[in-house]
């Protein structure tokens, strides 16, 4: 039955962009511009989901600090400057192609711990981002609820608004990444010169009205007693604002799009690096500005009942301002521009998925071969956003905790990682002074998992539902040819072409002393069992594997004569059958001739020797070599010879 052309044409569309190589759509669509874009155009798109954070952050900061919210915000924006900021320009340095903190760490833990250490900051990292989508959609339904002309039409429809939202962005993403990017930098402009009005204007307010600074001192006396107590407590309740330090990873994830120089190469793009660098500097500094002033004046201005959940600052602290002294039109421009960049802020989120999920899990076989196509992972991630949408019934403060316990897990572990790396590198001041910020930093991590552990439980289900789905597919990929090429030197290119013109035959040999007497042993018993003529040549062909964690790997193939008689063929793979497979398919098509491959039976139970295949790459060799042939190449007759005996 044939496949109809429309539906060619969608699967052709769906999975345009993909490739066999590893590598995420984002980092794919960045190399298809040479010249990448300018940092400050770059920033509007990681800036979508840090300055977006205005439009909740104030109102969040007050329910969480009360009076002392403007005092918590000042050491928050001195561990964004002097910690986050630091550490990340760091991890630019360390990772120029947007592979982030967690490629970092992934270095320093090899085989199966490594994977799983991956995973669970990968799970941390979809809360984060996935979080950032649905928060973001949701306040931007508030701020739409809210506004006082739309308010009695769209009340208790949030949900259904959010969807609509979150599907709108998806459909942004299912054109192209690169719109995305155009898209930002106008709304950021917009909402940073609308923002500047409104804090202007509160600033004014405070300034001009003696009377307002004095009741919020005097009411800070009278709750707090003296300034040393009223730091202390700004340092304790400051992790619950840790809202305000999203952005940093989505900054790095965007690096591929950054602007290089001339000069730069794969290995050294310094001017990407340097670009990288403005871009997180120039955004930590309007926002700890922005930071500063916005928890001033809400905290000063706003009636502490309207803070509340049903007041009319809630989740919209500075829309609420815009309304009270600018007026009706101008806070309803104010309310559009915030729900169009509130909506859009999940753009660099998904930006930031498009770049982690795909770079990792395909490569370790736990995703299918489409996930590194770009439009299948948007569909999918637009998905489980409807999902936590409708389990959080769209409530900005009840997404709150996971999305501060996913911005500060990631945070945590970059700060880890370029402590590492400067100790690797000699650097003792760096060492201590990242040292140090990583402490901050596990403290505040520490004490938001404590406050609010939903976040660490929702952050557990994210890792439950990718380690899940990561080993059920790398079960459903297991038998695929997952060599993603072969080197071979020139002694192993020269065995072939010579047994190119008679009958190619392998023995595949576990190496032990690799002494005489082990091949010439191996030898007969080989053609003893399967009555190959005494005329006919044999090549010895060994695999060693190096980590049988990884699911893709290239493939070293290396020649060698031992004992002046025996050719031999030497393997470097992750998987032994994977190899052996990939081996002869390989001389088939070089040479036209299929090749035999003989096999001793492994002894042992077969499903114990399956599971010694899945974890460790090796157990039952020829039952599994012949299953990855076969699942390779379905012409029957093309196929290379498997014999066992």
Known sequence: MAIPARSTRLRAWMLEGLTAQSGSPAVKEAAAQPHGRPWWRVMCLTGLDYFSTLGYQPGIAFLAAGLLSPLATIVLVLLTLFGALPVYRRV???????????????????????????????????????????????????????????????????????????????????????????????????????????????????????????????????????????????????PKLALGLSGFETGVAVMPHVEGDHADTEEKPAGRIRGAKKLLTTAAVIMSVFLICSSLITTLLIPAAQFEPGG?????????????????????????????????????????????????????GMAPHWARALRPMVIVFT??????????????????????????????????????????????????????????????????VVERPDGVKIGACFIGGIMALSLLSRLARVFELRVTHIEFDDMAERFIRDTANRTIRFIANEPGNRDVEEYRQKKAQIRADNDIPAEDDVMFVEVTVLDASEFESGMRVRGEVLHGRYRVLTLESSSIPNALAALLLHVRDETGQRPHIYFEWTEGNPMANFFRFFLFGQGEVAPVTREVIREAEPDRARRPHVHAG
């Open 92 to 238: 630019a340095e360390e990772s120029p192609h947007g592979e982030g903190s967690i490629a970092m760490l992934e270095k320093l833990l090899s085989f199966w711990k490594g994977k799983l250490f991956v995973l669970t900051l990968l799970g941390f990292a979809a809360t984060d981002f996935l979080i950032t989508i649905t928060l973001s959609a949701a306040d931007a339904t508030a701020h739409m609820v809210e506004n006082p002309h739309l308010n009695s039409t769209l009340h208790g429809h949030e949900v259904l608004i959010t969807l609509i939202l979150i599907a709108l962005l998806g459909g942004v993403f299912l054109k192209g990444f690169s719109e995305a990017i155009g898209v930002a930098v106008v709304l950021v402009a917009t909402y940073l010169a609308l923002n500047v009005i409104v804090v202007a204007v509160g600033l004014w307010k405070v300034f001009t009205e003696p009377q307002v600074i004095t009741d919020w001192t005097s009411a800070l006396v009278a709750e707090h007693g003296n300034p040393l107590m009223m730091v202390a407590i700004a340092l304790v309740v400051f």
């Open 312 to 364: 009319e600052a809630n989740g919209r602290a500075l829309a609420y301002l815009a309304h009270e002294y600018l007026g009706s039109a101008f806070g309803t421009v104010y309310d559009t521009s915030t729900i169009l960049i509130l909506w859009f802020a999940g753009a660099s989120a998904m930006a930031g998925l498009l770049n982690l999920m795909p770079r990792y899990l395909p490569r370790y």
């Open 383 to 448: 998905l489980i956003a409807f999902l936590v949408t409708w389990l959080f019934n769209a409530d900005v403060d009840a997404q709150g905790g996971a999305y501060a316990t996913g911005v500060l897990v990631l945070i945590t572990s970059a700060a880890v990682a370029v402590t590492i790396a400067a100790r690797r590198a000699g650097e003792r001041g760096w060492t201590i002074g990242f040292g140090v910020i990583s402490a901050v930093f596990i403290y505040t991590t520490a004490v938001n």
